[in-house]
Nanobody
Framework: QVQLVESGGGLVQAGGSLRLSCAAS????????MGWYRQAPGEQRELVAV???????NYADSVKGRFTISRDNAKNTVYLQMNSLKPEDTAVYYC???????????????WGQGTQVTVSS
């Protein structure tokens, strides 16, 4: 069983910054893609950013140039640095991690509990 623990959300004024973290724990982890999604009230969950195990990244157009996703493989942790935040970035942010775990290896697709990010105007 893989558990994800998110941290770093909060309330910030427009133009400010926040950094989200998501740490995975479990037996014999082999992590592939790590990503961040968000869901605003009344909206569908959408992809914000993803980083592969080779380090390649992909961003939603709405956050390009403002958000940076990174990962620390030694800590099984993914980060989302959010700069120049806008009120429309307000949402619950979820991390998502895919990989394999256990013995024998089996695939997993795990989600964090979500962390609220609120940007005031």
């Amino acid at each position: 069983q893989v558990q994800l623990v998110e941290s770093g959300g909060g309330l910030v004024q427009a133009g400010g910054s926040l950094r989200l973290s998501c740490a995975a724990s479990g037996s014999r982890l082999s992590i592939n893609a790590m990503g961040w999604y968000r869901q605003a009230p009344g909206e569908q969950r959408e992809l914000v950013a993803v980083v592969s195990n080779s380090g390649s990244t992909n961003y939603a157009d709405s956050v390009k140039g403002r958000f940076t996703i990174s990962r620390d493989n030694a800590k099984n942790t993914v980060y989302l640095q959010m700069n120049s935040l806008k009120p429309e970035d307000t949402a619950v942010y979820y991390c998502n991690i895919l990989g394999r775990t256990g013995f024998p290896f089996r695939s997993f697709d795990s989600w964090g509990q979500g962390t609220q990010v609120t940007v005031s105007s």
